[in-house]
T-cell receptor
Framework: ETGVTQTPRHLVMGMTNKKSLKCEQH?????MYWYKQSAKKPLELMFV???????ENNSVPSRFSPECPNSSHLFLHLHTLQPEDSALYLC?????????????FGPGTRLTVL | AQSVSQHNHHVILSEAASLELGCNYS??????LFWYVQYPGQHLQLLLK??????LVKGIKGFEAEFIKSKFSFNLRKPSVQWSDTAEYFC???????????FGQGTELSVKP
């Protein structure tokens, strides 16, 4: 596999469920990002990890919990979500968030909260 | 706070027409500018970027963009669009101090064959 992969590609969950989104990058990058893409709205940066350390939390509700066990993997743990959390969740990576670099995006996970 | 504004939400063109998509940003300091494209069902991918130097930047697939600092603009252009250019286009700005990108809301381009 090359680039940035995300699983699952689609997820439907109830408001009381707990689920996790997974992102893996095969580019040797040191920074990883979670974005939320809602219809007709700009991409919203959620979290930034640089060398496994969280360097940005963009006022994201605590029902979203990120985890970065190593520079290649990023998770987003979801619990007690709301219907308005339904969106496309994108993962991206770059060489390092302290540098000005192109970000490479995964295909996204389409999340529907019922 | 920084912001990015894309003036057109949906643009419809016929093949061979010329394209210009507007992008304005609010940050007054050093910026790095990007255009990303998302083809139907595909990943966001980089179209072109500006970091410094020649303000006219050429990207993939015949696209170019011009950075006009005095107008805080980075408009995307293509002289002759093709049906395969149908996609959503996103302008993004980085403040030059790290990896955080601020995106515009996107412009959907539909090219009629």
């Amino acid at each position: 596999e090359t680039g940035v992969t995300q699983t699952p590609r689609h997820l439907v969950m109830g408001m009381t469920n707990k689920k996790s989104l997974k992102c893996e990058q095969h580019l040797g990058h040191n920074a990883m990002y979670w974005y939320k893409q809602s219809a007709k709205k700009p991409l919203e940066l959620m979290f930034v990890y640089n060398f496994k350390e969280q360097t940005e939390n963009n006022s994201v509700p605590s029902r979203f919990s990120p985890e970065c066990p190593n520079s290649s993997h990023l998770f987003l743990h979801l619990h007690t979500l709301q219907p308005e959390d339904s969106a496309l969740y994108l993962c991206a990576s770059s060489q390092g968030s302290g540098r000005i670099d192109e970000q490479f995006f995964g295909p996204g996970t389409r999340l529907t909260v019922l | 706070a920084q912001s990015v504004s894309q003036h057109n939400h949906h643009v419809i063109l016929s093949e061979a027409a010329s394209l210009e998509l507007g992008c304005n940003y609010s940050y007054g300091g050093t910026v790095n500018l990007f255009w990303y494209v998302q083809y139907p069902g595909q990943h966001l991918q980089l179209l072109l970027k500006y970091f410094s130097g020649d303000p006219l930047v050429k990207g993939i697939k015949g696209f170019e963009a011009e950075f006009i600092k005095s107008k805080f603009s980075f408009n995307l252009r293509k002289p002759s669009v093709q049906w395969s250019d149908t996609a959503e286009y996103f302008c993004a700005v980085n403040d030059g101090q790290g990896g955080k990108l601020i995106f515009g809301q996107g412009t959907e381009l539909s090219v009629k064959p």
